[in-house]
């Protein structure tokens, strides 16, 4: 069977994607309302997620409001990040029996659960990329989040509107993901265009049997993007970022930092 590398899927039938991903073996994780933000969480069906909700956020202002719309990805970003699903905080390292001869020692590993985690953005890949760099790319790796890392299925969503307080463009790290996903949502009015990121993306496209995406969805898709970015009001001048910490070495925020640290 031929490999799909992009699709169309309505969002009538967005059901049939989580239905795929639950028959592998997939709990599923995406953005849900609690308490008046959104965060992530199990879900079981896509009624679960946050249908028809936007957020407004500005610095030191955090909003949501139901639109009354079918959109499924209207909310940018809740307060949480990936981290947690492969570096967690908590973690045993090793377990030590004692019995009558002595003392026996064990290390453990995680379960490697198989996680599908819906409605990721394009900051989020980033921020998780760079985890990635520092406990699986270096000398040494770490077995407990290759583990975990290893068990995620990573559907990202584009991003077709910005907040106030965003800032990826100039990072060149969003609003559309580049790298890093299995599988990446644009959501264009009622339709969803669907690329594959990795081989187990395009294996499931090819289970689904999408209908080809047109040229001019395509473009549409393409043209929100850039919309988005050049909405962003906040910008960061990223090439003097290396320059500034160097210069910023012997700042006292360090000796802050250094206080709290249990390293």
């Known amino acids: 069977m031929a490999r799909e590398t992009c699709g169309i ?25 609690h308490d008046g933000a959104v965060v992530w969480d199990t879900i079981q069906r896509v009624s679960d997620l946050p249908i028809g909700w936007r957020d407004h956020q500005e610095p030191g202002r955090y909003r949501l409001e139901q639109t009354g719309s079918q959109e499924i990805f209207g909310v940018v970003h809740g307060p949480q990040s990936l981290k947690p699903f492969a570096f967690t905080p908590r973690e045993p390292l090793v377990q030590i029996e004692r019995s009558k001869d002595g003392f026996t020692t064990r290390s453990t590993l995680p379960s490697s659960e198989k996680v599908a985690i819906i409605g990721a953005r394009a900051c989020d ?7 990635d760099q520092i406990f699986l790319q270096g000398e040494y790796q770490d077995p407990y989040y290759a583990t975990r890392r290893g068990g995620l299925f990573i559907i990202a969503v584009n991003c077709t509107r910005a907040l106030q307080t965003c800032f990826c463009a100039s990072m060149d790290t969003g609003p559309c993901a580049k790298n890093g996903f299995d599988l990446a949502l644009t959501e264009v009015d009622d339709q969803l265009l669907i690329e594959a990121g990795s081989e187990a993306g395009s294996d499931l496209l090819s289970a689904l049997s999408l209908s080809p ?17 050049q909405s962003q009001v906040r910008r960061l001048d990223r090439t003097r970022l290396p320059q500034a910490l160097y210069e910023a070495h012997e700042h006292p925020r360090w000796d802050d930092v250094a206080a709290r640290c249990l390293a």
């Not at 890949?125 to 985890?131: D, E, T, V, Y």
């Open 125 to 131: 890949l980033a921020g998780l990329g760079i985890q």
């Open 213 to 229: 995406a047109s040229q001019g969805l395509t473009r549409q898709a393409a043209a929100l993007g850039d919309a988005c970015a």
């Open 9 to 33: 899927l309505s969002r009538t039938n967005f059901h049939r994607l989580l239905d795929a991903l639950s028959a592998k073996g997939y709990r599923l994780v995406g953005p849900m309302v």
